[in-house]
């Protein structure tokens, strides 16, 4: 009875701060004026040209071509690649593998300036792929831990042989890097803890790792909680440990106030749609304005932001790469943002935390790629008897740190995180860079150099590489 109770009040609580979100994020909108705004006739051709360059399957965008991979489970995943898979290229054992994954509410294309480079497209063969859900992927009946998570590893692990890191014969041939921000830093987090063998390297960006994060909460929250105690046991000299106590939830807090927009992501559908793509999109139009930092994005600029998010449109849909391969059908391209659901259901559905049922199939060719590494790593200390906290990183990690975050409060993400990493590891911190490490000038060279030291076998100390393009770059751990 008091359980269910409790659970009640949890979500009476979740409702209600989700539906203030709403309320307030609309207010805001409307009180700024972008609520009522509408495109002018110059956005919209903009909007056009944009969703053109990006997803019309005959073009390609920076040196990247179309391609598409059609899971066991039927999912077609949509991807760029500089290099056509199975090509001799794709083979070349000189040319690494570096995976892209993007996070909410982008799609490849957050990658854009990256994976443009034309130093990294010499270095590597280049894959930039669409989360279920997202951009020209399809979607998932379900977004739960479970099906997000085989999904992406059955993904990477086709990619693997697609682009000559295993074959039959051996595996682990040349090396994998896997570079993710926000969601799919998420993804990419519990990938490193319970797939480690996808990978040799993973560049982690701006996103928390879900059991760290609670870990942190709970902590905070416990030593407030006797803080309270304290106070009220000894009401004469209770203003220390009161103002300590709120110092110390303080965190929690901030954290909660930041993340009221996931709160609004679990009210009925309805109410997410408006929440989202109300307005005419104000919000998302504001959180892709802020993407940019300090520097003021040209309506170009702003086109190629919205259309990162929007995926194909009904005519992209209708266009087919070279090879004949078009998106997926089961998509209604006739809305400005067909898949919008399907994006908030990640924070719905458990993706984050739930529990990973690993299917039969998934942890054989996981073993059967690991090949060496998986002895490499029990050396390293962090082998099968040796499992670690919960939800502990198996494999060498690179976190790439925004450090004015507006969604996320660094002490709740990274206080601790040393615990949670095998050896080889680092936090790196930008000072001046934000959420969007992938699009803004400063963050994304540092990510650049940062991929580059992976591929080209880490040599020298990452900090040294980061720091020759962004020379503010502190290590704040490492392992
Ligand atoms: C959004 O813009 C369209 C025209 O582009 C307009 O018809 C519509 O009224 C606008 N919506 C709101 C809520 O202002
Ligand atoms: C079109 O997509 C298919 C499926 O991914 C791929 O094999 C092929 O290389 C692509 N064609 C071109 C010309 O990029
Ligand atoms: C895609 O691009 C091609 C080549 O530029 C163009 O001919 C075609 O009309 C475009 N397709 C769509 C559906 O816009």
């Known amino acids: 009875m008091a359980f269910s109770l409790g659970k009640g009040l949890i979500a009476v609580v979740v409702f209600a701060y989700g539906l203030f ?5 609309g207010a805001l909108a409307i009180k700024s004026g972008t609520f009522f705004r509408r495109r002018t006739e110059k956005e919209t051709l903009e909007l056009h040209l944009a969703r053109d360059r990006m997803w019309n399957l005959t073009k390609k965008y920076s040196g990247l071509s179309h391609h598409f991979i059609t899971l066991t489970n039927g999912l077609k995943i949509h991807y760029m690649s500089n290099t056509a898979p199975g090509s001799p290229a794709a083979q070349d054992p000189e040319k690494p593998l570096v995976i892209l ?4 509410p982008d799609s490849w294309a957050i990658w854009r300036y990256i994976a443009g480079s034309a130093d990294l497209q010499g270095a590597a063969n280049l894959v930039v792929l669409d989360m279920p859900g997202f951009g020209g992927s399809g979607r998932l009946d379900k977004y739960s831990a479970t099906r997000v998570l085989e ?8 990619l693997r042989l697609k682009y000559g890191v295993d074959d039959e014969s051996k595996s682990n041939k040349k090396r994998t890097v896997i570079a993710a921000h926000d969601w799919g830093c998420v993804v990419a987090m519990r990938l490193a803890a319970e797939a480690p063998a996808l990978a040799d ?6 996103a928390p790792l879900p ?5 942190n909460i709970v902590r905070l929250w416990i030593s407030a909680r006797k803080m309270f105690t304290t106070a009220l046991n000894s009401p004469l000299s209770s203003r220390t440990p009161m103002l300590q106590a709120f110092r110390t939830i303080g965190p929690i807090l901030r954290q909660a106030l930041l993340s009221g927009y996931i709160f609004a992501m679990q009210l009925p559908f309805p109410f997410v749609r408006f929440f989202l793509t109300g307005g005419n999109s104000s919000l998302l139009a504001g959180a892709h304005r802020k993407s940019f930092g300090q520097y003021k994005p040209t309506i170009e600029e702003r086109s190629d932001a919205m259309s990162t998010t929007m995926g194909p449109s009904l005519a992209e849909s209708k266009s087919r790469n070279e090879s004949g391969e078009n998106y997926p059908t089961e998509i209604d391209y006739n809305h400005e943002f067909p898949k919008i659901l399907d994006m908030a259901s990640y924070y719905r559905q458990g993706a984050a935390a739930a529990t990973w049922h690993k299917s039969l199939e998934t942890i054989t060719s996981l073993h059967s790629i690991a090949g060496e590494n998986e002895l490499r790593r029990t050396s390293s ?10 939800g ?5 990690v690179t976190v790439i740190w925004g450090q ?16 949670y990493m095998v050896k080889n590891s680092q936090v790196i911190m930008l000072p001046h860079s934000g959420h969007w490490t992938p699009i803004e000038k400063e963050s994304r060279a540092a990510m650049e150099a940062a991929i580059q030291w992976a591929l080209g076998g880490e040599k020298g100390n990452v900090e040294t590489a980061v720091q020759a393009a962004y020379p503010e770059a502190t290590v704040a751990v490492r392992r």
């Open 21 to 25: 979100t709403v309320v307030l994020y």
């Open 101 to 104: 994954i993007h996070g909410w």
């Open 151 to 158: 999904s992406m590893t059955e993904l990477i692990i086709l």
């Open 201 to 206: 390297r993973w560049i982690l960006s701006n």
């Open 211 to 215: 059991k760290l994060a609670r870990a």
């Open 381 to 390: 200390g962090a082998g099968i008897f040796d499992e670690g906290l919960p």
């Open 392 to 396: 502990a990183f198996k494999a060498p």
């Open 404 to 419: 004015n975050d507006l969604a996320l409060d660094r002490r709740i993400c990274l206080d601790g995180i040393a615990d």
